[in-house]
C-alpha cells in the first residue's frame, strides 16, 4: 500500500519547530519594534517595575498558552501552574540583584534551581503545578534568541587566541570525558551530554545535546545539577589558585574562561582578577558557546551512525530529522546578526534579547528544580556519572591550564 504523503505544514507541527518560529517571531519584535518587547525587572520596588513584571509573565504566558494549542498539548491548568512558576523566576532575579549576593557572582539561574529544589524536595511538587513545567521547551527558545547575541566577528576581533583554546579544548576535553564516563559504565546517553556539559559550555551545551540524541529528560537534569554545584567552588577556587601561582591576567582568565561552566559564573571569577581577567574570560567563554552549534551538528552526525539507530545506514533524511531544530535556529540567529547587522546594531538587539533568554532560562530553571530530586542525584545509581564528571573536570582544569599558558602567556607575547 502507497504510504500518503504529509503535508508540508503538518511536519512543522513539532516542538523543535514551533520553538523556532516563536523564537524567530520574537526576534524579529526585538529588531522591528523594539519597545513592544518585555524586561523581567531585578527590583520591585517601583509602580513601573511591578508593571514590567506583569507585562513580562502575560507575554510569556501568551506565548506558552498559543504554543500548547498549537501542539495540541492540554490547556486546563496552566494559568495557575506559570503564575506559580513565574514567580518563582522573578523572586530568583529579585535575589540575585541584592548588592551582596551580585558581589559573590551568583546568578538568577542558581536561585532559580534552589527554588525549585526546595520544593521537591522538602515538599512534594502538587498536581496543580505540573500543567506548565515545560523546561526543554523555554530553554530551547532561549537558547534560539541567544543565538543572536554570539557574533561571530566579535570574537575573532577579541581574541584568535581564544577561539584557538577554544577549539582545542573542546575536542580533547569531550572525547576524554565520554572515554573515561563510558569506562566508569555511564551509559552512551549520559555520557554524551556529561561530555559535552564538560567540555563546550555547560548547561546550554548539555540541553543542546540531549535534543541532538532525543535523550532522558531525568539523565539531563542529573547532568544540569552536577553543572551547577560544580560551577560554584570552581567560580572561588580557580581565581584563589590562580594568584597563589602567580598567572597573568590574561593567561588566569582564559583558564577560568575555558572550565567554568556558566558565562555568569566566569565574568564573576574573571572580575574577582581584575578587568583584563574578566575580559579574556569572557571572550573564552564566548568562544565556546560560538562552537555549540558545530559541535551539536557533529554529535548529530556520530548519534546517527552509532546511536539508537544501530548499524543501519544512515540517510541524509535520517540525518536531517534527528537534528534539533532549535539548535539550527540558534546557528542562524548567530550567522544573521554577525553577518546582515553592524556589531553596534547587534548589540544593541542582544541586550534586549539576552534578557529576555535570561528570563526564559530562569523560568526554565525553576521547572528543572521542580523536577529533580537530590536523592535521586546522589544515589548509588548516579554515583557513576558523578565520579566520571569530577574525573572529567579535573582533567579539564588542568589541561586548561597548559593550554591557557602556553597561548596566552607564551605564543601570544612572542608574536607581539
Do not use: H
Amino acid at each position: 500500500m502507497k504510504e500518503t504523503k504529509q503535508p508540508w505544514w503538518k511536519k512543522i507541527l513539532t516542538e523543535d519547530w514551533i520553538t523556532v518560529i516563536a523564537a524567530t517571531i520574537i526576534l524579529l519584535l526585538a529588531v522591528i519594534v523594539p519597545a513592544v518587547m518585555p524586561v523581567m525587572p531585578k527590583n520591585l520596588g517601583t509602580g513601573k517595575e511591578w508593571l514590567d513584571a506583569g507585562y513580562m509573565f502575560l507575554f510569556l504566558l501568551l506565548v506558552t498558552y498559543l504554543t500548547s494549542f498549537i501542539l495540541k498539548k492540554p490547556l486546563k491548568g496552566i494559568f495557575l501552574s506559570f503564575l506559580a512558576i513565574y514567580i518563582l523566576a522573578l523572586l530568583s532575579n529579585v535575589v540575585a540583584a541584592i548588592p551582596a549576593i551580585k558581589a559573590i557572582g551568583l546568578e538568577s539561574v542558581f536561585f532559580a534551581v534552589i527554588f525549585g529544589l526546595i520544593i521537591s524536595n522538602i515538599f512534594n511538587v502538587p498536581k496543580w503545578l505540573k500543567p506548565a513545567i515545560q523546561s526543554e521547551f523555554y530553554i530551547k527558545i532561549g537558547i534560539i534568541t541567544l543565538g543572536s547575541t554570539i557574533l561571530f566577528g566579535e570574537v575573532m576581533k577579541a581574541g584568535a587566541y581564544g577561539l584557538v583554546q577554544a577549539i582545542l579544548i573542546v575536542l580533547v576535553v569531550w572525547n576524554f570525558a565520554f572515554w573515561v564516563a563510558r569506562k566508569m559504565k555511564v551509559d552512551d546517553e549520559m555520557a554524551t551530554m556529561l561530555a559535552s556539559g564538560v567540555s563546550i559550555c555547560g548547561v546550554s551545551a548539555a540541553i543542546a545535546t540531549c535534543g541532538v540524541i532525543k535523550g532522558d529528560n531525568k539523565k539531563l537534569s542529573t547532568v544540569i545539577s552536577l553543572v551547577l554545584v560544580i560551577a560554584i567552588p570552581m567560580m572561588y577556587l580557580l581565581p584563589w589558585l590562580s594568584n597563589l601561582i602567580g598567572l597573568s591576567p590574561q593567561v588566569a582568565g582564559a583558564w577560568l574562561g575555558g572550565t567554568i561552566d556558566t558565562t555568569g559564573a566566569v565574568a564573576a571569577a574573571g572580575t574577582m582578577l581584575g578587568e583584563e581577567a574578566a575580559q579574556t574570560a569572557i571572550i573564552v567563554k564566548s568562544s565556546q558557546n560560538v562552537l555549540l552549534g558545530i559541535a551539536a551538528f557533529l554529535i548529530a552526525l556520530y548519534w546517527t551512525y552509532k546511536g539508537k539507530e544501530g548499524q543501519e545506514k544512515p540517510t541524509g533524511k535520517m540525518i536531517w530529522d534527528r537534528f534539533p531544530k532549535f539548535v539550527l535556529g540558534f546557528i542562524l540567529a548567530s550567522l544573521i546578526f554577525s553577518i546582515f547587522f553592524s556589531i553596534e546594531e547587534a548589540k544593541v538587539v542582544g541586550k534586549i534579547t539576552k534578557g529576555f533568554s535570561n528570563s526564559l532560562f530562569s523560568i526554565a530553571f525553576v521547572c528543572i528544580g521542580l523536577e529533580t530530586r537530590f536523592k535521586e542525584i546522589f544515589s548509588k545509581e548516579n554515583r557513576r556519572p558523578l565520579n566520571a564528571f569530577l574525573t572529567a573536570q579535573t582533567f579539564n582544569i588542568i589541561l586548561t591550564l597548559i593550554v591557557a599558558y602556553l597561548l596566552f602567556g607564551v605564543i601570544q607575547p612572542m608574536l607581539q
